[in-house]
């Protein structure tokens, strides 16, 4: 893993093209998922996901490869949506969940055709998004962070920029929401 | 049942899959869950919760992945033809600079000379010879700003090198 990272950073040093597109493919599931969980809104997170490499590609001399290359990626991604909201006189991500602006995971709502699988889990899925859709955004990403993309604890508080403390109680909160949601979905 | 002992079960059920528990934990929790319909639902009922984030999928655009791989190559470019141009820059401003730190005693006395021909006041051809510093400084200020005026045109969040 940590022979791989090296040779990330590498290539993000002499900004190799194909290092990016090889980079882009790997991680797009990955990183839109992130953002659609973030954003809440899968237009604005194809925005976000482009920005996110352009970003990657402008800044990739500051990462050095010492951590995991998706957590470097995920912290970038999460500070543009962070600026984004700041730019709406938003002061964090919380405000992506006050009732006065929220707006719904809209990521089920979409018109154009989907592929056979998403048809199929369509149900679960649509069920799973709105459940997230009703917990706090600081709980969603940790949730998905930790248990959709398997990030460390450790990792996560330098994604976040968060004491490891307040992984952990964020974590715990958000996995009795995300129950709690669930639960009030099935019923 | 005590009541401390469900809200231990509770507990240990979440750490479990936050944090991972100690085989000590993990032997007791297992034990408590036989014992115990109340934790055991709760336990499954999280199990579930996960299971069903974990396989949620969203399925990505078709063509996110080469519009993105296309913007990237084309800010590269970019941001390669710019590259001359700022290490130009750059070196001009050094050779201004060894040549002004070379230069000085000769330039500090054309200027003395220039201001007794002139009868200008000490303090004035002295700020003329600091300007003659700073010059290439302003230079520079002034390149960095007139690229940045071009990049404003963008939403502010969009801005690269942010």
């Known amino acids: ?187 | 049942m005590s009541e401390n002992l469900h809200t231990r079960a509770l507990q240990l059920v979440a750490k479990g899959r936050v944090e991972g528990l100690a085989q000590s934990e993990s032997d007791w929790l297992s034990a408590h869950l036989q014992d115990c319909e109340f934790c055991n639902e709760h336990a499954r009922q999280t199990d579930s919760a996960l299971r069903a984030l974990r396989t949620a999928a969203i399925p990505v655009p078709a063509d996110l992945a080469s519009r993105t791989q296309f913007r990237v190559r084309l800010r590269a470019m970019e941001l390669r033809e710019r590259e001359p141009k700022r290490r130009m820059l750059w070196l001009a401003c050094a050779a201004s600079w060894i040549f002004g730190i070379a230069s000085a005693p000769y330039v500090w006395r054309i200027f003395q000379w220039m201001g007794s021909v002139t009868h200008a006041p000490k303090l004035v051809w002295e700020i003329g010879f600091g300007l003659w510093w700073t010059i290439p400084a302003l230079f520079a200020v002034i390149v960095l700003l007139l690229e940045s005026a071009g990049r404003s045109e963008e939403p502010e969040w969009m801005k690269p090198g942010r």
């Open chain 1, 1 to 187: 893993m940590r022979d791989e990272a090296k040779t990330v950073a590498r290539g993000l040093q002499k900004r190799d093209p194909d290092l990016l597109d090889r980079l882009i493919e790997q991680y797009q599931y990955r990183l839109f998922r992130y953002l659609t969980y973030i954003t809440g809104d899968k237009a604005r997170a194809e925005d976000f996901f482009q920005e996110t490499w352009i970003r990657v590609l402008e800044r990739g001399h500051q990462y050095d490869g010492k951590s995991k290359f998706e957590a470097w990626l995920f912290a970038i991604a999460r500070h543009l949506v962070i600026d984004w909201q700041r730019t709406k006189k938003a002061q964090s991500l919380d405000a992506l969940t006050d009732p006065e602006q929220e707006r719904p995971l809209q990521v089920a709502n979409e018109s154009e055709p989907s592929p056979l699988h998403q048809v199929l889990a369509q149900e679960s899925e649509m069920n799973v998004q709105a459940s997230l859709g009703r917990i706090p955004a600081i709980y969603r990403e940790v949730l998905v962070l930790r248990f959709q993309e398997e990030l460390q604890i450790e990792e996560m508080a330098g994604v976040l920029s968060i004491p490891v403390s307040t992984v952990k109680s964020r974590l715990y909160r958000g996995l009795d929401a995300l129950r709690g949601a669930l639960q009030e979905g099935v019923a």
